[in-house]
């Protein structure tokens, strides 16, 4: 599934910044707020952006604030609440007042950005990572964004596989269900 190159790389970024600055459990481990929120966000945004700047502080705790937003969405996918998806994706939209532009920067070719000049990093992403929600939530791949289900894990996920049919966020967790499944079996045999 390819929405376009600029629109799965917000879809990504906001999963990034979900899974990097919302506190919850990670892979069965509890995952606490970061001590850094700065660099978590940094850390993330890199993941899909290798280039990005260094968040500051200020930037790094909007950003916190923002994923936390972000999140509801998912959870709202998982738990099959569209209505309240788009809820909250329309407030965000509202709130940032994202409109779509073109750019061209850093060498790279004319591409679609969601926030206009001279707005603040958390504002940009808000903008950026709501919109390409919204074009996810309004099309035939609502279904794609979830909420890992393997247990004691909450971190979010965007599904690009073909048939649609993830349900981790990672092979880790994958791995943890399918073993502790084949444990259980062996131990009634």
């Known amino acids: 599934m390819d929405f376009n190159s600029h629109t799965d790389g917000v879809v990504r970024a906001a999963v990034a910044l979900v899974n990097a600055l919302t506190p919850g459990e ?13 660099a978590a966000a940094t ?10 700047r260094e968040l500051t502080q ?3 705790a909007e950003l916190a604030e923002v994923a936390a937003r972000l999140r509801t969405v998912f959870t709202a996918v998982a738990a099959d609440d569209i209505d309240t998806a788009a809820t909250q994706i329309n407030a965000l939209l509202e709130e940032t007042r994202a409109r779509p ?5 850093d060498g790279e070719p004319w591409h679609l950005h969601f926030h206009g000049r001279g ?3 958390a504002g940009d992403w808000a903008a ?8 996810v939530l309004g099309g035939e791949f609502s279904d794609r964004l979830g909420v890992c289900t393997a247990p004691h894990c909450d971190r979010v996920y965007v ?9 981790f ?10 073993t502790a499944a084949f444990r259980a079996r062996s131990k009634t045999e």
């Open 101 to 105: 532009l073109l750019e061209r920067h």
């Open 159 to 167: 599904d690009v596989s073909r048939n649609g049919a993830r349900r």
């Open 119 to 121: 707005g603040t990093a």
């Open 26 to 38: 990670r892979r069965g481990r509890a995952f606490p707020v970061p001590a850094d929120p700065a």
């Open 128 to 135: 950026g990572c709501a919109t390409g929600l919204a074009i």
């Open 43 to 52: 850390e993330g945004l890199r993941a899909v952006y290798p280039a990005y």
């Open 58 to 60: 200020a930037e790094g």
């Open 169 to 178: 966020c990672s092979t880790a967790c994958q791995n943890r269900v399918k």
